[in-house]
């Protein structure tokens, strides 16, 4: 596997005679495979809520979820799995796959009963996972219907910062409407992974399915993108840089001597698609070095770690009349980010009481979505803003789904 590297300007053209400029900067990046890279071996832990509020249909179908990944593993992979409710314990150590119906039989014979402490189950998860790490693509699936109501939510965000720290990826997975979204949005991205949102049962296999199929495209881990900077080019000091696909956060940046480092986690096949804020002071005409990328990895398949990708650097075209040379993709990736942070603006002005100052920036969103071609996430926003605007309240379900569209594409 190698590192896929692309950097562009949103604008790749700067005048010579403005004393200063915005620009953003997109960078794509992803694991690129070579003839005969057979991927990386999957190390997965799922680690299932079984409390009494997943009686019935709920747990069935997460059974029957669980019950087609194992079938999709092959004797490479490394299965286990955590049950919770208000204790956890485990129910498959961390094992290669080579008695696939055994581990069937033990999933089956889940029953449904007490409360929910996800913490407990989080920690479990982690320690069984961590003893198949090596050499391998390590996710954990976490699932739960509910509040985190016998466990400590600040420990579920210690435990993902340790994840993350010892390269375990953590995908929450929330079933029904009833679970804490900012808590299970939180562990997904300090820790590398995705949310994904269960509305109904029958969703289950799909969601779970979907999930699936994005961690099988991992191929190397724990990447850090590295920026160098000119001296006369400085970062945004607020909010200089987020992932707008696959899905949008907010990323925290680090900076060690000259560089900027920024944590991705796992490198797919699908692009990871990083947009930086830069302000550039005057410069004088003609080709001008304004920042180089480049990416810090390991590659688990061939046991090697802190490996570096080549040096991209990147130009501008400083012209004494100037002429804009406007990136469409770079301008479409911007809109995406601008979706995200409407949705924000609108989450915080209805947490403050201002549902008509709601209404108006879903509604803003809500376009910014047509201009993307999202009519999805289009439909979902300004239904939420046209039921602001009336005097209604928001669900459960709505504000989730909100949400969701807002980082990402909803699955229908």
Known sequence: MKVGLQPLLSDSNLDANQPSSQRQLSVSVSAVSDEGDRGLPLNLCLVLDHSGSMNGTPLKTVKDAALQLVDKLTPRDRISVVAFDHRAKVIIPNQPVNDVESVKKRISKLEADGGTAIDEGLKLGIEEI????????????LLTDGENEHGDNARCLKLAGLASSYSITLNTLGFGTNWNQDVLENIADTAGGTLSYIEFPEQAVDEFGRLFTRVQSVGLTNAYLLLELAPNVRLAELKPLAQVAPDTIELPVQKEQDLYIVRLGDLMKEERVILANLYLNQFPPGQQWVVSTQVRYDDPALGQSNLLSEKVPVHANVQAVYKPAINDKVQKEMLVLAKYRQTQIAETKLQQGDK????????TAAKTALQLGDQSAATVLQNSATRLESGGDLSEADRKKTRIVSKTILQE
């Open 356 to 363: 008509i100052g709601a209404a108006t920036m879903l509604q």
């Open 130 to 141: 961590a003893k198949g790490k090596q050499d391998t693509s390590s996710q954990i699936f």
